[in-house]
């Protein structure tokens, strides 16, 4: 009886032994759940994080493909021979080049990285391992993810804050994330933790998509992009002058980063925002005070410098919180063509635009019929051409007097006096 008692504790002896080795080489803390399909590789690459990561059930070679007649079908491979680079899109993330109609491509191969990446060779764009995390993949859903919506800015700051990367690239937004943390994207997700509601990169530039600055309708700039969550000013944009131009290609036409900025999109009441009252002359010269564009589309190229030279124009100029600027009279996002009947300038619509509550109300409809865009160094402005000769006049007589009077006063003092 003791005899068998004590092969039976041998052959224990031995499973147990043959179990700790089996644990050892592929079993480490965590990694029970891998199976031994692993089992070798984790013996000397210890990759705790991948039992937690979406490919946590998948083994090694399904990504990391050894190819065939290759040393690496020998476990463990010669550590001086590199195992080729994972290629996502191989087995799994398939993506249909296939051109859909009315769909432009939006796969990693047509964009901006991809073609860096896949025909241009270049080692420092982005590449899926980049942006997802290598063996610690995560569901997008999951907060810890790394391209889980409010870790998006993070990531993309990785290259595009690196100034190596920016200059080698001639990529034209230098600081991109440290703009988008100050607007008012940014301090919505940041500041106040709504991920799900503010804007982040991907929502204007696309996912695997992107395209670089010199597309002439990349998603960035597509006023579509914005209308995604600006629902109703986007219905109010498309109807405008601005707006159908822009949605038939036109180019010359401001879209909503020409107004609001582009990763430093700043609310109105901020001072510095290119849509603050006080600014919204310097917004618009942007296109308005260009002879070239102007001449294009029959629109006199003198507008900006009448308005501030205009009693509304000077006020702004001077602090006037108060005063009228351009889109109090044209509109914000509905601007309209001067001839067109619901223009806030058309000729019926004036007295009712002057006459709003804080502005002009009751005004008289003469008056509110008087040109606001006048140069006053000609005739056909009317008065203010005559104030502007009035005190013209004035100031050359008071010149002249002050010269006459200075002369004067030069002699009398060099005349000699009698004695007395």
């Given at each position: 009886?003791?005899?068998?008692?004590?092969?039976?504790?041998?052959?224990?002896?031995?499973?147990?032994?043959?179990?700790?080795?089996?644990?050892?080489?592929?079993?480490?803390?965590?990694?029970?759940?891998?199976?031994?399909?692993?089992?070798?590789?984790?013996?000397?690459h210890?990759?705790?994080?991948?039992?937690?990561?979406?490919?946590?059930?998948?083994?090694?070679?399904?990504?990391?493909?050894?190819?065939?007649?290759?040393?690496?079908?020998?476990?463990?491979?010669a550590?001086?021979?590199?195992?080729?680079?994972?290629?996502?899109?191989?087995?799994?993330?398939?993506?249909?080049?296939?051109?859909?109609?009315?769909?432009?491509?939006?796969?990693?191969?047509?964009?901006?990285?991809?073609?860096?990446?896949?025909?241009?060779?270049?080692?420092?764009?982005?590449?899926?391992?980049?942006?997802?995390?290598?063996?610690?993949?995560?569901?997008?859903?999951?907060?810890?993810?790394?391209?889980?919506?409010?870790?998006?800015?993070?990531?993309?700051?990785?290259?595009?804050?690196?100034?190596?990367?920016?200059?080698?690239?001639?990529?034209?937004?230098?600081?991109?994330?440290?703009?988008?943390?100050?607007?008012?994207?940014?301090?919505?997700?940041?500041?106040?933790?709504?991920?799900?509601?503010?804007?982040?990169?991907?929502?204007?530039?696309?996912?695997h998509?992107?395209?670089?600055?010199?597309?002439?309708?990349?998603?960035?700039?597509?006023?579509?992009?914005?209308?995604?969550?600006?629902?109703?000013?986007?219905?109010?944009?498309?109807?405008?002058?601005?707006?159908?131009?822009?949605?038939?290609?036109?180019?010359?036409?401001?879209?909503?980063?020409?107004?609001?900025?582009?990763?430093?999109?700043?609310?109105?009441?901020?001072?510095?925002?290119?849509?603050?009252?006080?600014?919204?002359?310097?917004t618009?010269?942007?296109?308005?005070?260009?002879?070239e564009?102007?001449?294009?589309?029959?629109?006199?190229?003198?507008?900006?410098?009448?308005?501030?030279?205009s009693?509304?124009?000077?006020?702004?100029?001077?602090?006037?919180?108060?005063?009228?600027?351009?889109?109090?009279c044209?509109?914000?996002?509905?601007?309209?063509?001067?001839?067109?009947?619901?223009?806030?300038?058309?000729?019926?619509?004036?007295?009712?635009?002057?006459?709003?509550?804080?502005?002009?109300?009751?005004?008289?409809?003469?008056?509110?019929?008087?040109?606001?865009?006048?140069?006053?160094?000609?005739?056909?402005?009317?008065?203010?051409?005559?104030?502007?000769?009035?005190?013209?006049?004035?100031?050359?007589?008071v010149?002249?007097?002050?010269?006459?009077?200075?002369?004067?006063?030069?002699?009398?003092?060099?005349?000699?006096?009698?004695?007395?």
């Amino acid at each position: 009886m003791k005899k068998h008692l004590s092969v039976i504790a041998r052959l224990l002896a031995v499973v147990a032994l043959i179990s700790a080795a089996a644990w050892a080489a592929g079993s480490a803390p965590g990694q029970a759940s891998l199976g031994n399909k692993n089992g070798a590789c984790l013996a000397c690459h210890k990759l705790s994080v991948l039992v937690g990561s979406v490919h946590g059930k998948l083994a090694c070679s399904e990504c990391h493909v050894i190819p065939a007649g290759g040393v690496t079908k020998d476990v463990p491979h010669a550590p001086k021979k590199d195992i080729p680079l994972v290629d996502c899109t191989a087995r799994c993330h398939r993506e249909d080049t296939r051109k859909l109609p009315g769909l432009s491509p939006s796969f990693y191969a047509d964009s901006v990285h991809g073609q860096g990446y896949l025909k241009r060779g270049e080692k420092d764009v982005a590449k899926c391992w980049d942006c997802h995390g290598k063996h610690n993949i995560k569901p997008v859903q999951d907060p810890d993810s790394v391209v889980n919506r409010q870790n998006i800015p993070l990531v993309c700051s990785r290259c595009h804050e690196n100034m190596t990367v920016v200059l080698k690239y001639n990529i034209h937004a230098e600081s991109p994330y440290k703009e988008y943390i100050q607007s008012v994207h940014g301090k919505a997700l940041v500041s106040k933790g709504l991920a799900t509601f503010a804007a982040v990169c991907t929502d204007c530039h696309g996912v695997h998509n992107i395209q670089g600055i010199g597309q002439v309708h990349m998603q960035a700039k597509d006023p579509a992009t914005c209308g995604k969550c600006h629902v109703l000013i986007f219905d109010e944009y498309k109807d405008s002058i601005h707006g159908q131009q822009a949605l038939k290609g036109n180019i010359d036409v401001p879209l909503c980063v020409d107004c609001h900025g582009e990763h430093k999109v700043a609310p109105v009441r901020d001072a510095a925002a290119p849509t603050a009252k006080r600014n919204i002359p310097d917004t618009c010269s942007g296109c308005h005070a260009r002879p070239e564009i102007m001449k294009k589309y029959g629109v006199p190229a003198d507008r900006i410098q009448t308005f501030i030279d205009s009693f509304h124009g000077i006020a702004i100029g001077l602090g006037d919180k108060a005063e009228a600027s351009c889109t109090d009279c044209h509109g914000v996002h509905d601007i309209r063509a001067a001839i067109d009947p619901q223009s806030m300038v058309h000729s019926t619509n004036i007295p009712k635009t002057c006459g709003q509550p804080n502005c002009h109300p009751n005004m008289p409809e003469k008056i509110a019929k008087a040109k606001i865009h006048r140069e006053s160094l000609f005739k056909p402005s009317g008065t203010p051409y005559y104030i502007n000769k009035i005190l013209l006049w004035a100031l050359i007589v008071v010149v002249a007097f002050t010269i006459v009077w200075f002369l004067f006063e030069l002699v009398s003092r060099r005349r000699p006096t009698k004695p007395s």
